[in-house]
């Protein structure tokens, strides 16, 4: 039975319900955890810290004035966490079974993994691909230009680990951020999460530095979440693949220098732009509201490609 405490952080803004189903699962699959539960708001409109304080008063919760994104406010959850294990876990996510302890015991049987991931679904029960490799120059150039979709030969979709069912453990490269347990002994010797990542790439970035910090990085299917995705991102729609692709190239530059980032800025906009001259060509050929609505979605990230680049005011 595991005795020591496990500090759960969630970074909720705007998923008032499903925080509180999230809440609501961790507390009724909780048996032989002792729980340092934090829910780090970040300017939620929506009456998610109400929620929290009137009917988890058990939770520790951090409301912030503004939203300062998901590494900062996961920074402000490792300042006052308790655990030996800090569990990062999105607020559209459901546990089930033991999961939860299951991972406190695997990651305490592991002392030289540094974090571990568990088996998430989709909301219809489908594997989501979580756990990767890193988003290399090459694997960016197999994602763009659609070759990772392709079945054969394997190495296409190297990137996602297409060939995997995450059904057996496995070391990786990337875990996902949306349930991510770490030791805190990591924490106090690589530092926290990069702030300069605002949304997107701050966990990648993590993980790397996990890596080469000497630590392993292991994916094993002790158990299961639902994972419904797209809780606060949804709301973002053409800001979402924006954001991303800045953390993509912010990643390169960071990590491998301007040259690198330089490049991957170019993949990203060729894919932008080539997917915005297809589907305007789509839309006016095939008249359909779908068609209509990519072309101006990609139509939209092309126009803002230079927000892509990476700033260095943050």
């Known amino acids: ?11 909720n803004w705007n998923t008032r319900e ?22 780090i708001d970040n300017a939620s409109t929506d009456g998610s810290p109400e929620l929290v304080a009137a009917d988890f008063p058990q939770v520790r919760l951090i409301r912030n004035a503004e939203n300062r994104g998901f590494a900062a406010a996961n920074n402000q959850g490792f300042e006052i966490a308790k655990g030996e294990q800090v569990l990062l876990l999105n607020s559209d996510t459901i546990i089930h079974g033991n ?5 406190v015991d695997w990651l305490s049987a592991h002392p030289k993994v540094a974090a571990m991931g568990c088996r998430v679904l989709n909301t219809d029960g489908s594997v989501q691909k979580t756990c990767s490799r890193y988003p290399s120059l090459l694997n960016q150039i197999l994602l763009t230009s659609g070759l990772s979709r392709l079945p054969w030969p394997r190495f296409l979709g190297r990137y996602q680990m297409a060939d995997w069912n995450r059904d057996v453990e496995r070391e ?24 300069s990542f ?22 094993a299917p002790i158990g299961e979440i639902t994972h419904h995705g797209g809780g606060s991102v949804k709301k973002l729609n053409a800001k979402r693949d924006v954001m991303l692709s800045e953390a993509i190239i912010r990643l390169h530059r960071k990590h491998s220098g301007y040259a690198s980032a330089i490049v991957a800025f170019l993949i990203i906009l060729s894919f932008n732009g080539s997917r915005a001259v297809f ?18 979605h990609f139509r939209e990230v092309f126009g803002q490609s230079l927000n892509t680049w990476p700033s260095t005011s943050r």
């Open 172 to 195: 990786v490269e990337v875990i996902s951020g949306c349930y991510l347990l770490v030791r805190r002994a990591v924490i106090d010797q690589i530092g926290p999460l990069d702030e």
């Open 1 to 11: 039975m595991t005795a020591s405490t496990l500090s759960i952080i969630i970074v």
């Open 279 to 296: 589907w305007s060509i789509a839309s006016i050929r095939a008249s359909n509201s779908r068609a209509r609505e990519r072309a101006h």
């Open 198 to 219: 605002f949304f997107f790439g701050e966990e990648t970035d993590w993980c790397k530095r996990m890596r080469e910090a000497g630590w392993l990085l292991v994916f």
């Open 99 to 103: 999961v939860l302890e299951r991972s």
């Open 18 to 39: 499903m925080l509180r189903n999230c809440l609501s699962s961790i507390y009724v699959h909780s048996d032989g955890l002792a729980l340092d539960v934090i829910v």
